[in-house]
Nanobody
C-alpha cells in the first residue's frame, strides 16, 4: 500500500524557516513525480511545488525564491525547504505522489500544520 508521512511542521515566526519532509513507501519512488500542496483555512488546496523524476521543479508564484523542493531517492523522501516565511504561508501542507503513465491515481499524506505567527 502507498503511504506518505509528512513531518517538520510547527510554529515559526515571520521571516523564519522550516524544512518539511515526506517519507514515501509502496511506490518505486525514483519513477514518480512528487508534489507539495497546502490548504489554508477557508481556502482551496493549492500547488506549492512539484518535482519530476528527472528533478525538474515547478513553484507557485507566491513561493518562488523562498521555497525549494528536493528529493533523495535513496531515502524515498521529498523535502520542502521554506525560508522567509510569511503569515500567509500558514496552512496544512500535504505531500502527494502525482499521477503517472503507469498509475493514474494520486496519493496523499495526512498533512502537517505550518503556522507563521509572532
Amino acid at each position: 500500500q502507498v503511504q506518505l508521512v509528512e513531518s517538520g511542521g510547527g510554529l515559526v515566526q515571520p521571516g523564519g524557516s522550516l524544512r518539511l519532509s515526506c517519507l514515501a513507501s509502496g511506490i518505486i519512488f525514483r519513477f514518480n513525480a512528487m508534489g507539495w500542496y497546502r490548504q489554508a483555512p477557508g481556502k482551496e488546496r493549492e500547488l506549492v511545488a512539484d518535482i519530476t523524476s528527472g528533478r525538474s521543479t515547478n513553484y507557485a508564484d507566491s513561493v518562488k525564491g523562498r521555497f525549494t523542493i528536493s528529493r533523495d531517492n535513496a531515502k524515498n523522501t521529498v523535502y520542502l525547504q521554506m525560508n522567509s516565511l510569511k503569515p500567509e504561508d500558514t496552512a496544512v501542507y500535504y505531500c502527494s505522489v502525482k499521477p503517472s503513465v503507469g498509475d493514474s491515481r494520486a496519493y496523499w499524506g495526512k498533512g502537517t500544520l505550518v503556522t507563521v505567527s509572532p
